[in-house]
């Protein structure tokens, strides 16, 4: 905690000086500890560097390694079009953004990380787009299960369109499963959408080598 004293000295009876460096080492402290519990996330890298999970005991304990999504950043958008109506085509970017089509209606003059284009892309009057979430400093990167790191990581983008039907903006969450080898090909599914508070989830399978992750002692 902040600021030695003695036990037996009343709180009250600090100086306001002490009493508010007392409060403030304490806060600090606490920061520190809520930020442990997510693990070091470094956008630059898209890295994910020795998180803190829950050992066999249910207490925190470190995981010592790193889930690199570099090599998903480095190729071109995952794609993947829904059935039914009204139908939707993704583009899912990890780690990176881009700008909104030239081909689509509006939004053009933002980036985006998740673009939904509505299906079928009309030629005439421009492709009917939204913006769902886009990489940037509000980027979180956490742990599918904190007491298995192996089960994977789940990035979440937000700062997307607002919706019309209530008064939020899009965000997008995707759970990166570990993948079997290096060299195997990542797959995207689209889970679903959350009407209600406006999200999109996505898994993307065999997206992320975790060999390099090692369970606490």
Known sequence: GGGVRDDTTPFSSM???????????????TLCVFDAAFGAFDPTQCALINP???????????????????????????????????AYEFDVSICSRSPVSASCSSHTN?????????????????????????????TTLTLVDPANPLSGVILKYFE??????????????????????SSSTPKLIFRG?????????????????????????
């Open 160 to 181: 997307g369109n607002p919706y019309h039907h209530i008064a939020d903006v899009r965000e997008t969450e995707i759970t990166i499963f570990c993948s079997s080898s």
């Open 52 to 86: 803190i999970g829950i050992d066999a005991q249910g207490q925190p304990k470190q995981f010592q390694g790193t889930f690199d999504l570099s090599p998903l950043r480095a190729v071109a958008p995952l794609v993947i079009q829904t059935a039914g109506t009204p």
């Open 15 to 29: 100086s306001p000086r002490v009493s508010v460096f007392v409060l403030a080492s304490l806060l600090v402290a």
């Open 193 to 217: 959408e959350d009407v209600d508070q406006g999200g999109y989830q996505f898994d993307v399978e065999n997206g992320v080598d975790c060999s390099s992750v090692m369970t606490p002692s």
């Open 110 to 138: 933002e980036f985006t990380s998740v673009l939904q284009v509505n299906l079928p892309k009309p030629r005439a009057t421009g492709w009917q787009c939204h913006n769902c979430g886009v990489f940037n400093t509000s």
